[in-house]
C-alpha cells in the first residue's frame, strides 16, 4: 500500500501509473486549483441554459429514449437523484476493489476537464470518497459499454448521494450513510446535470485497461524467464536467439523477448555440456521453444498497442451532453466504448496465445520422447509417483478457458434503450473476461516455472546466473525434487512469487534490468 503518494487530477490526462497507484497502492488523490476553476467557469455556463425555456438534453429533459420531456424546474433534483437510483441496477458478483477505485479515479479525472457541467462540489467530494478508502459495491453485470458503464459508475454516484452499499478500506459491507458520515463528508445534492455527468463514462473499461497492461508487460518479463529456463531445462539452444536473426524481422517486441531470454540464460554450463551433442543429434528445437520471441514479442507489439489506445482514452473527457471548448452543450457518440473494447479483446487473444505456448513448453518436459534424458513426468520414480503430470492438465485446462475468454466481446452488440441504444461496444464484459485471462496467464507461466526448475534441478552442471537466480528464489517457498508431496500449495506458492513481481526482481538483480 502506497501511504505517501499523491495523484493530482487536473484538466490534463493522467498516466497508467497513476490509475495503478490509486486503485492498486491506494494512493491519495488531489484536485489542481485550474481544475477547481475550470470546473466552476463550466457549471455557469449550464446554470444559464438551465434557465432557458429552450430543452436542452440532459440539464432539462430525460435521458435516453425519454429525451423529448422538457423537465420543469421543481422536478431537475429529483431527474437527477432518480436518474442513478433507477441505473444502479447492477447484479451479479462484487467487482473488485481496484476497478471500482480506478473507475472512480477516472470518473473524477473527466469531471477535472471542465468539461462535464457539474459543480466543484461534486469533484470535491469525489476526491473526498476516494481518500477516505470508501469503495461502493459495484455488481459483475449491468454495462453494455455504451453510453458508458452506466450501472458501474450509478452504483458509484449513488455512495457519494449517501445510499447503496459500501466497503471501507476492505471491510465488510455498511451503508454509504454510514460511511459517509464516519468520514465526515456531506452527502451530495444533485442539480442539474450531476447525475448524468456521474455515469457516463467508459472508466471502468479504462480502468481494466490500464490495470491488465501493467500487469501484461509484466507477465511479458516472466513469459521469457520461463523460457531461458526452459531451453537449459531441456537442453536446447541459444543461437536462434541472436540478436542479428531478430533484425531479420525488425518488430521491436521480438529483440526484447529474444534479448531477454539470451540474458537469462547466457553463462549456463548445463546448456554448454550439452552444444555438441545438440548439434549432432537435435539440430532444431520445437516450435513453442524456437518461436518463443516471435509469440512473446508480439504481445508485447500488442500491449504496446493497447497503452497508445489508453493514453488517449486517459487524455479524453467523456460525457453526453459535453461542454464544448467554445461554451455551447452537445450531444455526441464519445461515450461508445469501441476504441477501448477492441483492444481489451486483442489481449485477450495474445494472453490466450502466450499461455498456449507456454503450456506446451511445460508438456515437452514431461514426455520421455522429447525431454531429452529426463525422468517421465520428472518423477522420483515413474510408476510410483506421478510428478508433474497433472500440473501439466492444470495449466491445459487454464488454457483452454483462455481461449474462450479470447471470443470477442466487442462484435456482440445487444440494443438496448427502446432502439436508441442500437449499437453497443461490450467493453465492461471485454474488461471483465480479460481480467480473468490475466490470471490464467500467470497461473501457467507460474506453472511451467515450477516444472522448469524441477528439470533444471535434476540436470548435471550449473544454471545460468539468471535461471539460477528463479530456483534459488523458488526454492525459498517450494522443496526440490523428490517423492510426490501435495502439489497445490506448491502452484501457489509459484502463482504468488509471479504475481508479486518478485521472479522478475529476483532475475534482474543478478542479470540486469530486462526489457
Known amino acids: 500500500m502506497n501511504q505517501t503518494t499523491t495523484v493530482q487530477v487536473g ?29 466552476a467557469e463550466t457549471r455557469a455556463r449550464v446554470e444559464e441554459l438551465a434557465e432557458d425555456p429552450t430543452p436542452v438534453y440532459g440539464i432539462s429533459t430525460g435521458f435516453g429514449a425519454l429525451a423529448r420531456r422538457h423537465i420543469p424546474h421543481e422536478l431537475r433534483e429529483q431527474l437527477q437523484v432518480s436518474l442513478v437510483r433507477s441505473h444502479a441496477a447492477g447484479s451479479g458478483p462484487e467487482v473488485e476493489q481496484e476497478v471500482v ?12 476537464t471542465g468539461r462535464t457541467g457539474v459543480r466543484p462540489v461534486v469533484a470535491e467530494t469525489y476526491a473526498a470518497v476516494l481518500n477516505a478508502g470508501i469503495t461502493p459495491v459495484v455488481h459483475e453485470y449491468g454495462s453494455l459499454g455504451c453510453s458508458g458503464d452506466l450501472a458501474p459508475l450509478a452504483h458509484c454516484a449513488l455512495a457519494l448521494l449517501g445510499e447503496g452499499d459500501v466497503r471501507v478500506g476492505g471491510g465488510p459491507i455498511v451503508s454509504a450513510a ?18 448524468l455527468a456521474l455515469i457516463n463514462g467508459t472508466d471502468g473499461m479504462l480502468g481494466m485497461l490500464c490495470l491488465a497492461i501493467t500487469d501484461l508487460r509484466e507477465a511479458a518479463k516472466v513469459a521469457d524467464i520461463a523460457t ?6 531441456l537442453t536446447g539452444t541459444l543461437t536462434v536467439f541472436a540478436d542479428d536473426l531478430q533484425q531479420l ?20 554450463e548445463i546448456l554448454a555440456r550439452a552444444a555438441e551433442e545438440f548439434r549432432q543429434k537435435q539440430v532444431q528445437d520445437a516450435y513453442s521453444v524456437r518461436c518463443a520471441p516471435q509469440v ?21 473527457a467523456i460525457d453526453n451532453p459535453v461542454v464544448a471548448l467554445d461554451g455551447r452543450v452537445t450531444s455526441n457518440g464519445n461515450f461508445h466504448g469501441a476504441p477501448v473494447a477492441y483492444v481489451l479483446d486483442f489481449l485477450a487473444v495474445v494472453v490466450a496465445d502466450l499461455a498456449s505456448i507456454s503450456e506446451r513448453r511445460t508438456d515437452r518436459f514431461l514426455d520421455t520422447a522429447r525431454n531429452r534424458g529426463l525422468n517421465a513426468f520428472l518423477a522420483d520414480d515413474p510408476g510410483v509417483d506421478s510428478g508433474h503430470m497433472i500440473a501439466q492438465y492444470t495449466a491445459a485446462g487454464i488454457v483452454s478457458e483462455l481461449k474462450r475468454c479470447a471470443m470477442p466481446a466487442s462484435a456482440d452488440s445487444i440494443p438496448s434503450s427502446a432502439m436508441q441504444e442500437d449499437h453497443v461496444s461490450m467493453g465492461w464484459a471485454a474488461g471483465r473476461k480479460l481480467r480473468r485471462a490475466v490470471d490464467g496467464l500467470q497461473r501457467v507461466l507460474a506453472i511451467e516455472i515450477l516444472t522448469a526448475a524441477r528439470a533444471l534441478d535434476m540436470r548435471d552442471g550449473a544454471c545460468a546466473p539468471g535461471t539460477q537466480a528463479a530456483v534459488d528464489l523458488l526454492r525459498t ?14 502452484i501457489t506458492h509459484a502463482v504468488e512469487l509471479v504475481q508479486s513481481g518478485e521472479f522478475v526482481t529476483a532475475v534482474e538483480a543478478a542479470v540486469g534490468e530486462l526489457r
Request: aromatic fraction near 2%; hydrophobic fraction near 45%.
Open 11 to 39: 484538466i490534463g490526462a493522467l498516466s497508467i501509473a497513476d490509475v495503478v497507484a490509486v486503485a492498486r497502492e491506494n494512493a491519495k488523490v488531489s484536485i489542481d486549483p485550474e481544475a477547481i476553476a475550470a470546473i
Open 101 to 112: 477505485r480506478a473507475t472512480m479515479l477516472l470518473r473524477l479525472s473527466t469531471l477535472c
Open 178 to 195: 454510514e460511511a459517509l458520515a464516519e468520514a465526515g463528508i456531506e452527502p451530495l445534492v444533485l442539480q442539474e446535470k450531476e447525475g
Open 228 to 233: 531461458a529456463m526452459t531451453v537449459e531445462g
Open 249 to 268: 524481422r525488425p518488430h521491436p517486441g521480438q529483440a526484447d523477448a529474444a534479448y531477454n531470454i539470451r540474458t537469462v540464460a547466457d553463462g549456463s
Open 296 to 316: 512473446a514479442g508480439g504481445f508485447r507489439d500488442t500491449v504496446d498497442h493497447a497503452a497508445l489506445v489508453a493514453s488517449r482514452e486517459l487524455a479524453s
Open 477 to 490: 517457498r517450494v522443496e526440490g525434487p523428490g517423492t510426490d508431496r501435495f502439489l497445490a500449495p506448491e
